[in-house]
């Protein structure tokens, strides 16, 4: 896990995520979690892999940034989606509209700074909540203004996937 200087900016970007033909596995191993202390503040970054592993040595796994998006149409009503039985954690499970995490190291930037946070409106994280949508179900980049998202709250939890892992999961 890399501890250095916080990313900012564009400081280390690659270009656009891009997943076509990669397999859960991939994905674990390629993209690039934020990393926080328990204040919120960065701290580095880390694969997914290495972020979701529960050991003695981290029993909840290292704290990263994630988010949760609750998509509604014009009625109010609120799009489920079953996850895919190919994911490494959780398959098969009905949640919220979509979830996962900003990433380390993409053009345009996904790290949301203090200030970013403040204001209500992290930039950041809807442009991460607007790849996954397009990558989890095929609504287009472009479709949803990412403008258009209402930051609601930032908590910190963690989940034991006793299905993928076991009864003993902490």
């Given at each position: 896990r890399?501890?250095?200087?916080?990313?900012?900016?564009?400081?280390?970007?690659?270009?656009?995520?891009?997943?076509?033909?990669?397999?859960?596995?991939?994905?674990?191993?390629?993209?690039?979690?934020?990393?926080?202390?328990?204040?919120?503040?960065?701290?580095?970054?880390?694969?997914?892999k290495?972020?979701?592993?529960?050991?003695?040595?981290?029993?909840?796994?290292?704290?990263h940034?994630?988010?949760s998006?609750?998509?509604?149409?014009?009625?109010?009503?609120?799009?489920?989606?079953?996850?895919?039985?190919?994911?490494?954690?959780?398959?098969?499970?009905?949640t919220?509209?979509?979830?996962?995490?900003?990433?380390y190291?993409?053009?345009?930037?996904?790290?949301?700074?203090?200030?970013?946070?403040?204001?209500?409106?992290?930039?950041?994280?809807?442009?991460?909540?607007?790849?996954?949508?397009?990558?989890?179900?095929?609504?287009?980049?472009?479709?949803?203004?990412?403008?258009?998202f209402?930051?609601?709250?930032?908590?910190?939890?963690?989940?034991?996937?006793?299905?993928?892992?076991g009864?003993?999961?902490?």
């Open positions: 890399d501890t250095g200087p916080p990313p900012r900016g564009g400081m280390g970007s690659r270009s656009m995520w891009q997943g076509d033909g990669m397999s859960q596995e991939d994905f674990m191993a390629k993209d690039e979690c934020i990393v926080l202390d328990e204040n919120d503040a960065i701290v580095g970054h880390a694969s997914k290495q972020c979701h592993v529960f050991s003695p040595e981290q029993p909840r796994g290292i704290l940034r994630a988010f998006v609750f998509l509604f149409d014009t009625q109010g009503r609120l799009l489920l989606q079953q996850r895919a039985a190919s994911k490494i954690t959780f398959p098969n499970v009905w919220n509209t979509c979830c996962s995490h900003p990433l190291g993409y053009s345009p930037t996904e790290v949301d700074t203090p200030e970013d946070l403040a204001s209500g409106a992290p930039q950041g994280v809807a442009r991460a909540a607007v790849r996954k949508l397009d990558h989890e179900l095929g609504i287009p980049v472009g479709t949803i203004d990412p403008s258009a209402r930051f609601v709250t930032r908590l910190h939890y963690w989940a034991a996937d006793v299905v993928t892992h009864p003993q999961a902490p």
